[in-house]
């Protein structure tokens, strides 16, 4: 790192703040004593999308960015790989070169007996087309872009705690090599210290938990399963979902809320998975194992059944299976708040901000470091640390403005959908109805127009509206 003042005592561990108020540090911990000491303007913990979004626009902003990422570069995420419009402008409005990824002109909905093709609109703010990139090749891209720009980019070094002072401000945090190969910059326990500190870490938002802000458990979490396959189709245009999940025999058991999918991801593979929600979070939910109703869920078994009902075309066979059928939680609809307080931001999956209307949380991720960047470069150039402070808490109010009342829908939404009966009547009688597909699909996706649009703009404004925010 370029920015050494190792080794150093608790003393020096003070934030040199172009930003946030110089508050002193308490003492550190014993096991900090004598360790190296590194100071930057902002910590980021994380180099999934939400970690590299922040990191690219705070260096193109000029602010001195250390991302620590415990993985290297390259490695797998559980994922279904899809990025939406919404998530395609984010890449646009970061410059990435995408030219090479795999394109896709809309969605392909099967379920209820219906066949749809609702192709993605190009609206005022949205592109028309979608892309769909292996979260080992789109997380490696997004890292190094954010290098390119001026990222200090350290992989191999894993975030053990926060470093807070007596009144629990986070002004850095304990760091240290990962088991794997730890960057050289890196070697050995070393305090971070910065006067913003940004949890990009994911849906286990370690820095945040330790800092005492807790999942909300009265929102909604979902739970996703996803495994490769070689497959004859792996360059088909079309996202396909399928949206007959059955809890038991097809037919004749209940419909789970949810969807599954069939994403062409490009070089002869296709991404295929399922996911489903419970308007609450709960311990039946985090292992992978779901619940409804109280009864568990066996995803194995519902994928199994679930893939049974795809057309051969596929070529879903055990034989073309890539790796493993594996599993992880969504974090929904703002699960865990506020999303800045006393130095310490969350951005992505660490701030719950998976959407509950089609579980997908990369567009929100890249948005977050986005707005996150905004308001720390603002915070930069105030002068006093009430300014600074005012400026930090812009970012929650921009989350809010752009996702909350939306958010509110969708926990409206979840706790429709978790009714069988509910579900049955989406796909047996919704989705013959195509203009009311195409309003369904602007708001599940987020590609609904925030100003002006269309008539299902306005609509969906007006009820964004109508409902508090989340
Ligand atoms: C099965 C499944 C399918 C999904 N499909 C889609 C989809 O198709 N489209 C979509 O938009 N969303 C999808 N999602 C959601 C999406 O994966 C997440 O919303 C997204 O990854 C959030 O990005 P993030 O940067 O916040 O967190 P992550 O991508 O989880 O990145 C967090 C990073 O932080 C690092 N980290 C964690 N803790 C530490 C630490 N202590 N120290 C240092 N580094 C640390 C991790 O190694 C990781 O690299 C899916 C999720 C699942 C489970």
Same mark, same amino acid.
């Given at each position: ?202 849906? /286990? @938002?370690? =820095?945040?938990? %330790?800092?005492? &802000?807790?999942?909300?458990? +009265?929102?909604? #979490?979902?739970?996703?399963?996803? $495994? ?98 594996? /599993? @992880?939680? =969504?974090?929904? %609809?703002?699960? &865990?708040?506020?999303?800045? +307080?006393?130095? #310490?931001?969350?951005?992505?999956? $660490? ?104 008539? %299902? ?14």
């Amino acid at each position: 790192m370029a920015r050494s003042t190792a080794p150093a005592s608790a003393a020096t561990a003070a934030p040199d703040a172009p930003v946030a108020p110089p508050a002193p540090l308490a003492p550190l911990s014993t096991a900090s004593q004598g360790r190296r000491v590194e100071t930057a303007d902002v910590i980021v913990v994380g180099a999934g999308p939400a970690g590299a979004s922040a990191a690219y626009h705070l260096a193109v902003l000029g602010l001195d960015v250390v991302v620590l990422e415990r993985q290297e570069l390259g490695r797998d995420k559980v994922c279904g790989d899809g990025l939406t419009p919404s998530a395609v402008r984010e890449l646009v409005r970061m410059g990435v070169d995408t030219s090479s990824w795999q394109r896709n002109t809309g969605l392909r909905v099967v379920g209820g007996g219906h066949l749809l093709h609702v192709p993605w609109p190009e609206t005022p703010t949205l592109p028309s087309y979608g892309l769909a990139r292996r979260r080992a090749e789109l997380d490696r891209d997004l890292a190094e872009h954010a290098a390119k720009a001026g990222a200090r980019l350290l992989t191999g070094v894993s975030v053990t705690a926060p470093v807070t002072t007596r009144s629990g401000r986070v002004v850095g945090v304990e760091a240290r090599p990962s088991a794997r190969a730890a960057h050289p910059c890196l070697t050995s326990p070393t305090t971070v210290t910065a006067p913003v500190v940004i949890d990009a870490g994911g849906v /286990s @938002a370690r =820095l945040a938990t %330790a800092a005492g &802000r807790l999942r909300d458990s +009265a929102r909604p #979490l979902g739970v996703a399963v996803r $495994a490769y396959f070689r497959s004859p189709r792996a360059d088909d245009a079309w996202m396909e979902s399928r949206l007959e999940l059955w809890d038991g025999p097809p037919g004749r058991s209940d419909l789970l809320p949810g969807y599954g999918w069939l994403w062409p991801v490009g070089d002869g593979l296709v991404n295929v998975g399922l996911g489903s929600v419970s308007s609450r979070s709960s311990s039946r939910l985090s292992s992978g194992a779901g619940s409804r109703a109280g009864a568990r869920i066996d995803y194995k078994a519902v994928f199994g059944r679930w893939m049974a009902a795809v057309p051969p075309s596929w070529g879903l066979t055990p034989d073309n299976q890539v790796g493993r059928l594996a /599993s @992880a939680a =969504l974090p929904m %609809a703002f699960n &865990r708040k506020p999303h800045y +307080a006393e130095g #310490l931001m969350l951005l992505g999956d $660490a701030g719950g901000m998976v959407s509950p209307f089609n579980g997908e949380g990369i567009a929100q991720a890249l948005m977050s470091g986005r707005l996150a960047a905004e308001s720390v470069a603002q915070a930069s150039a105030r002068s006093t640390a009430a300014g600074r402070e005012q400026a930090l808490a812009q970012y929650p109010l921009a989350l809010r403005a752009e996702l909350g009342g939306y958010y509110t829908l969708g926990r409206v939404f979840v706790s429709l959908i978790e009714h069988p009966e509910v579900m049955r009547l989406c796909t047996r009688h919704g989705l013959g109805r195509k203009h009311l597909m195409r309003l369904v699909t602007k708001l599940l996706s987020d590609g609904w127009e925030r100003r002006g649009g269309d008539a %299902a703009d306005h609509l969906i404004q007006t009820l964004t509206r109508m409902v508090p925010a989340a």
